[in-house]
């Protein structure tokens, strides 16, 4: 059976394999939490439960419970021990109610958007579960195994089994998995889509109220296997890593557009693959952390470092932000692909009004290499009309006509290093030819495409035109001059010394987030000041960070990598040969935070 759908990976279990070679991209960056911290298999976990009385095995929708079951009941078997499993799938309404309970969440059938739910993992049971097991029957141990189980018992022992969010994507995609509650798998666009608006935001939500209670995460993306850890040795990770750097587990995904240069720069990507569209570098609600330990490995999803540890991370903006990560690098590659949709994102108030999202999602677009012929497409042109504008692309969309889009967009030149400002409402799409580094608020599905050049979907599929959202949020008065002056960063040099500056790329006044480029030859100092800086190398071959608690890594060309606020004091040396690092960061205040703060920690 195909379990998982995509050309990319599993994860090695051990370090061994998961080597890349340090002189390129590491598509598995390592966070060693010291030696036998890390388990692997059924049987230390058996032996571990063996010795309770009642254990809760709690986790996230895509687990493979059956798998977990039986390969646990080996184990037991082989210890003569005796179990009563009790199901909290017994327990849930049946999937059309639960259909009906979250229908007012998923939008229209032929919507690919929703609204964020506000309902919470109880109501998804039509049984109390603290009322429904007794763990009175005479066995040598219970477990109650699925997701909710810690709401079984305020006291016993919890396992809580963890899924990557893109391994979770791989499994619905090959039908072996399906949303929180349904028996049977729907199509891929309306799972993804009932995910991101419902089971994404329950299930965190009721994880993040269990951090005091875990006794052992686990990883089970593997089918066969687990590995495991106490879950005080991985908050003892977490602290660490929020003194120092870290980086997320990059991965990989085709698109329409997509094209070959990271295919051509990624070691170990399937090169057998169509395209690379995307590159999801630091998309926090998609990305985990890789864990190691006596050459062990296993994944955490990036959510519980912002749980365990988010004021550190975030510093002085962790009021503002909460539990979310506020800062989106990933890359868009279209060399030898075709250009993005024309496109445009939400409002804050449409995106809060509409969807139920906290933010918006403003971008920016740093052209990490092009070719010579590279363009992008940024703002309208002087005179634009829209009820013109929008009689074109309607029919485009309805009957199929070509538009001509440089009648009404502009189209600029693109050269390495140059920054792109796409604040909300603005009309723009990157044209073929670049890889882009895309800077982002970190909202990332809202776009609304109102003309994607008449072609298809990897799936031969005409891809959704969403005309009416982006006619309620396109900004015409960005148009004309003024959007070279106001949407092309213009950078200037604003410190420097013997061997480095810094260059600050501004950007617009509606993104709370600025950009500084560091270029230097030896090294430099950097101080988070109190906030969190998301860094990229993008010239050069390397860098190497020495945080102020002496530990050292090193950050090779394309790689992005997190500075949290509470690393204080760190030194880039880039050994000898100049180097050019992007350094994005929270602005110290902006009219938005006011806005964001009482509903981020909700």
Known sequence: MIWRETTQALLPERMAAASTGRDSYNRYPVHPLGNGKINNGYQSLAKWMAAQQTVLIDGYTGVFWSIVQTRLEAEFEQMGIRVKWHFMVSLMKDAYSIEEMVRPFTGAADDVWGTCTTLQLQDF????????????????????????????????????????????????????????????????TAMYKRFYFVDRLVLNHYKRTLLPRIHILADTQWPESIAWAYHPDILQGIREMTQSVFRVRPWFEAGAWGGQWLKQHIEGIDRQEVNYAWSFELIVPENGVILESDGWLMEIPFEWMMYAAGDAILGKHAPVFGYEFPVRFDFLDTFDGGN??????????????????????????????????????????????????????????????????????????????????????????????????????????????????????????????NIEHAFHNLDFSRQGAAVKASLISCPATIDQGNDWQVIHLPTHTAHFYDVHRLEFTGSMEISTGNSCLVMMVVEGTGVEVITANGHRVVFRYAETFVIPANAVLCRLDSRGAPVKVIKAFLKSAHPVFDIIAPQASL
């Open 125 to 188: 049971f039509e049984q109390n579960p603290s009322t429904a097991f007794s763990f009175n029957e005479p066995f040598d141990l219970h477990i109650v195994l699925g997701t909710g189980a810690a709401l079984a018992s305020d006291t016993a022992p919890l396992v809580y089994l963890e899924l990557p969010k893109n391994e979770l994507q791989y499994r619905m995609r090959a039908g072996t998995a399906t949303n929180f509650g349904d028996m049977e798998p729907s199509g891929t």
């Open 340 to 465: 993005l949709s024309v496109q445009c994102h939400p409002t804050l108030t449409y995106i809060r009004k509409v969807f139920g999202e906290t933010f918006t999602q403003d971008e920016t677009y740093y052209i990490l290499d092009c070719k010579e012929d590279a363009t992008v497409y940024l703002g309208f042109r002087e005179g634009t009309d829209p009820a013109t504008f929008r009689t074109k692309l309607e029919n485009s969309r309805d009957l199929g006509l070509p538009v001509a889009v440089t009648d009404f967009v502009q189209q600029h030149p693109a050269g390495k290093h140059d920054l792109f400002l796409i604040p909300n409402g603005t009309v723009h799409s990157a044209g073929a030819g670049n890889l882009v580094l895309e800077i982002s608020a970190t909202p990332y599905i809202f776009t609304f495409k109102m003309y994607d050049w008449l072609r298809p979907g990897l799936d031969g599929k005409p891809r959704a035109i």
